[in-house]
């Protein structure tokens, strides 16, 4: 688990990350969304012991990170320019990677690079982004750290090569409790990899919710009521964080399980009452307007 | 089985991605070395197949010394050791100017004091594998040719450790350099500043003394940098080149590995620290520490303002003015270019105003300080009661020499053989100069004078003294009549044993020039000594020299020695030796006397000779020259007993000034050209026609002038 308590930083007068607490589960995978700026990368370069914070804590299974080899091996960081050596190839790679990290594991490697099409002979530096991109995140599972942190390393990447990677992750995750931790602004991206997201805004964290969670509990329900009196009835004692009025058509974006909000609605007389299910998108923005933030400024743009 | 993580798995890792180095500095050093070595063994065997050396051994040693110019002390070596100081160092540690570099390199799991070591070591030994490989090859080439022996090799290896020494304290610069900054160019401005910080504060502080103060002196105590290894290095190469074998060559060296080694490790030690300490977002910004870029700022505008100024101030000619300005504008200016280079943004240029304004504080300051004299420098005169004793020059220069006939500076004799303990006449006349100007001074001279507190500390300072006027004669010849101060100013006083090994000794009037047998040389001494209580300030300035006695030692080590008509013991000597011959000489002797009136009255001094005159210091005074004009130049030849009666006791020879009166009191308006008779008995050198000779200033007889005047020559 990696726990990360009051973490603060300030470049020169800029305040990147504001006293952000965090936990990161094992065996799931960890979204930090946020605008360009809002210090996801921060985050993750004090969690990957690159920067020191002025305050707070990363623990990495108890063990803080900065200026501790034990707490790197456990972590595998890829930036978002990941770096490659001069002139290297994806041996050379592997071969740096493999000294560093005692459980690279090599055939799995070079086997990953054949499923991705990737020649280990050929420059880096003659590479697609995407294929860097790839590139890092096989030498990244291949390392055999607990928890792979990935800066911005999914935008870009086309979506046979996201699933290709999702299911490595599944399969890693299921293996030996890999944890992806994947930082990226944008929502969509996140939306079928993540369990659980963290979302940073202006360096503090806005909310952090299992996705599971979040979907089970808001939903979004289209109705059409037979009279007022059914529609205070119906909504008497349910948190509704969104509502819209399209003629006599009602949209609801309730909290509460699918299960409740059905049973609530069927005990009223309706017209027509549906249950729908919300996006992440939605979600998002749902949760974040309740606190008072336009969702849509900040990650959707 | 080294484990994958091991130090030298790591090592071997590193060694793959700086293998540009390697082949950069394998050819730089076979070309210092090997290179070298081979152009200037075929320069000798060139000059050997020309006949340039007499015997096999010349051009063997010859050989030898090649080899050693180029395999042990090379001159050149230090700016390819720095070089390559930089390219190593830079290189090694360049991943911390790279965000992307050290997001990797400081994520994975590698101890950051192990990192650090792989890197330096493998420095290190990119350095060492390069330079032996080129040392082992060039000894070959030079065994190869009989240009190396056990000697030659033993010096070889003592500049081996010379330079890795010096390598060592370069890259250890570029290492902390490259700690304290963000990126290459601030890496060169802060490591080229680092190594020449020292030395240039010492040359803008030697520059404001001269420059403010009066009573500054270099001739005792200079103030050289004490942790510049460029300047022992320069400062020490020609010594060793030039050393006879490997001792004289480590007696040199020895105190410099000591002191190089710790200064190398203490800079390493600073680097480490800063590496441990150095935040890893510093990529790419100027200096890595924030807090320490007000302090590089101060560092740098203070002497860039004051260096600037003082060259103002010699372009101006001294302007105090333009100077105090210039000094506090280019600080301004300094100031903005640093915020401008610390952002990269030319709209930073009034950024930080306060560290600015204390730069530019500080640059004005230090100028005030100097101008007004704030720290009393110019009116130190020490109590008599805190000095131990004094050593001082009274603008004599003698020659002097060591134990080995090697050359000893008069400075350097002078304190090591001079403590006047009679300090009262020394200290009156510096409080006193601090009272009259040199240019109302008839016979200004400078004495330098190094006090010796008894707190240990040395001030070394010059004052002016009037060696005409009567109101000093009392006081010089207190001091120039004290034995203390002979010690130090003669070396026959205190050298017994040179003279025993004395080579040569003849005794000449500036006309005669007559041998005495070398193994008197003792027996010359002991009646010279005698005299020498005679000798004080009155009897040197008052009195020419009537003789003069040369003793040549080995090493072309060459002692004169005045003596005086008073010098009554040494004059009984010589006599018995049948060498002594009067000064004044006999006209009967003389065939003609040939005066040429150059007529300096006509000619123009240039107006810097002229100012150096009150400057008065030997050199200055050879420079205060007229510029001679071949239409003011008169010449007549006379031919009568009764005018070379006059003439001769008029006049001096030229060629035996004495080291206290430096020959203003000989006049130099005219030349005086003495042939002798062919039959006469006077043993003057015959081996040239004739003699030159000078008048007393102001005893030209008046039918010299007469016959000597503008047109003259004409009628």
């Known amino acids: ?301 | 089985m080294t484990s994958r993580n091991s130090f030298w798995a790591s090592s071997k890792e590193n060694h793959r991605r700086r293998i540009w180095v390697w082949i950069v500095s394998v050819m730089v050093q076979l070309m210092a070395y090997v290179g070298i070595l081979t152009v200037y063994l075929s320069r000798i065997r060139s000059w050997n197949s020309e006949g340039a050396y007499r015997t096999y051994e010349e051009f063997i040693a010859a050989l030898h010394q090649a080899t050693k110019d180029a395999l042990a002390f090379q001159d050149n070596l230090a700016l390819v050791l720095g070089g390559m100081a930089l390219m190593i160092g830079m290189h090694g540690f360049s991943y911390l100017y790279d965000r992307k570099k050290v997001d990797m390199y400081h994520s994975v799991p590698v101890n950051k004091n192990k990192r650090f070591a792989v890197v330096y070591v493998n420095g290190l030994i990119i350095y060492l594998v390069s330079t032996l490989v080129s040392l082992f090859i060039g000894i070959i080439v030079a065994a190869v040719q009989n240009a190396a022996d056990g000697g030659v090799m033993a010096e070889v290896g003592l500049g081996f450790i010379w330079n890795l020494l010096f390598f060592l304290v370069m890259y250890h610069t570029v290492i902390l350099a490259v700690m304290v900054t963000g990126n290459r160019f601030i890496t060169l401005c802060v490591g080229g500043g680092l190594v020449i910080y020292e030395s240039v504060l010492y040359t803008l502080v030697d520059a404001m003394k001269y420059a403010f103060f009066e009573t500054v002196s270099g001739f005792y105590v200079t103030y050289e940098p004490k942790l510049s290894v460029i300047n022992d290095y320069f400062g020490n190469i020609w010594e060793l080149k030039s050393a006879e074998d490997v001792q004289s060559a480590a007696r040199i060296v020895l105190p410099y590995y000591g002191k190089w080694f710790i200064l190398a490790l203490v800079i390493l030690a600073a680097a480490w620290l800063c590496y441990s300490r150095r935040p890893s977002e510093a990529a790419g910004k100027a200096i890595a520490f924030p807090k320490m870029e007000p302090v590089f700022k101060v560092a740098a505008v203070i002497p860039t303002g004051i260096g600037l100024g003082m060259w103002v101030h010699s372009a101006a000619y001294g302007s105090m003015a333009l100077t105090a300005v210039s000094m506090v504008g280019f600080g301004v200016i300094a100031c903005a270019f640093i915020e401008v280079i610390y952002d990269f943004d030319i709209k930073s240029l009034f950024k930080h105003p306060v560290s600015s304004g204390v730069a530019v504080a500080a640059v004005a300051v230090i100028f005030l300080v100097f101008k007004f004299d704030l720290t009393g420098f110019d009116e130190y005169v020490p109590d008599a009661e805190k000095l131990d004793s004094i050593a001082l020059n009274v603008d004599y220069y003698g020659e002097y020499w060591d134990e080995n006939f090697s050359y000893v500076g008069s400075a350097d004799f002078s304190e090591e053989h001079m403590f006047l303990q009679d300090v009262e006449p020394v200290l009156t006349l510096a409080a006193k100069s601090r009272k009259e100007k040199p240019e109302d001074m008839d016979d200004c001279r400078v004495v330098n004078v190094l006090y010796r507190l008894k707190s240990g500390r040395r001030v070394g300072r010059r004052f002016n003294v009037d060696f005409s006027n009567p109101a000093n004669e009392e006081l010089m010849n207190r001091i120039v009549g004290a034995r203390e101060f002979k010690e130090g100013t003669y070396q026959v006083m205190t050298d017994e044993e040179s003279y025993a090994k004395a080579l040569g000794i003849t005794y000449g009037n500036g006309v005669t020039n007559l041998a005495i047998p070398a193994e008197d040389a003792s027996k010359l001494r002991e009646a010279y000594l005698k005299d020498m209580e005679r000798l004080d300030f009155s009897l040197v300035t008052e009195k020419r020299p009537c003789g003069q006695i040369t003793i040549k030692f080995p090493n072309w080590i060459i002692d004169r020695m005045d003596v005086y008509d008073d010098f009554e013991n040494t004059i009984a000597y010589l006599q018995s030796a049948e060498v002594f011959y009067p000064v004044e000489l006999n006209p009967e002797d003389i065939a003609d006397i040939t005066v040429t009136n150059f007529h300096n009255e006509l000619n123009e001094m240039p107006e810097q000779a002229e100012a150096a005159r009150y400057i008065n210091t030997r050199d200055v005074v050879a420079e205060a020259s007229y510029v001679y004009d071949d239409d003011h130049t008169v010449t007549k030849t006379f031919l009568e007993e009764e005018e070379f009666a006059q003439i001769t006791k008029v006049i001096y020879p030229a060629s035996m000034s004495s080291a206290w009166n430096d020959g203003r009191e000989l006049d130099e308006n005219y030349d005086i050209y003495i042939t002798f008779k062919k039959d006469t008995s006077y043993p003057y050198d015959r081996s040239s026609f004739g003699v030159y000779y000078k008048f007393y200033t102001g005893q030209v007889p008046k039918f010299v002038v007469e016959g000597t005047a503008i047109g003259a020559d004409e009628q």
């Open chain 1, 1 to 301: 688990m990696i726990e990360i308590h009051n973490l603060t930083k300030t470049f020169e007068k800029i305040k990147a990350v504001d006293e952000v607490s965090v936990t990161i589960k094992d065996n799931t995978v960890f979204g930090l969304i946020g605008t360009n700026g809002a210090g996801k990368s921060t985050v993750l370069r004090m969690v990957s012991g690159v920067l020191k914070p002025d305050s707070g804590t990363v623990a990495v299974d108890n063990l803080p990170v900065y200026d501790n080899v034990e707490a790197k091996k456990k972590l595998f960081f890829i930036a978002d320019e990941p770096y490659f050596f001069a002139n290297s190839n994806a041996q050379t790679m592997e071969r740096y990677y493999s000294g560093v990290y005692e459980e690279f594991n090599r055939e799995e490697f070079y086997k990953y690079l054949d499923s991705f099409n990737l020649d280990k002979h050929r420059k880096i530096g003659t590479f697609s982004k995407g294929m860097k991109k790839q590139l890092a995140l096989l030498l990244g599972i291949c390392a055999h750290t607990k928890y792979l942190l990935c800066d911005e390393t999914f935008d870009g990447l086309d979506p046979v090569m996201r699933q290709g990677i999702k299911s490595i992750f599944a399969k890693e995750m299921e293996e030996r409790g890999l944890t992806p931790v994947i930082a990226s602004h944008n929502l969509r991206e996140l939306e079928d990899i993540c369990d659980h997201v963290g979302l940073l805004h202006k360096g503090g964290v806005l909310l952090s919710k299992d996705l599971e969670d979040m979907k089970c509990n808001i939903q979004k329900v289209q109705c059409v009521f037979s009279s007022v009196d059914d529609e205070l009835k119906a909504l008497n004692g349910v948190e509704v964080l969104k509502k819209e009025q399209r003629g006599s058509l009602r949209t609801f974006t309730v909290r509460g399980t699918r299960e409740e909000i059905t049973a609530r609605f069927a005990t009223v007389d309706t017209v027509f009452y549906e249950v729908l299910p919300l996006s992440l998108e939605e979600i998002f923005i749902s949760e974040t307007e309740v606190v008072g933030y336009d969702i849509k400024k900040l990650i959707l743009g």
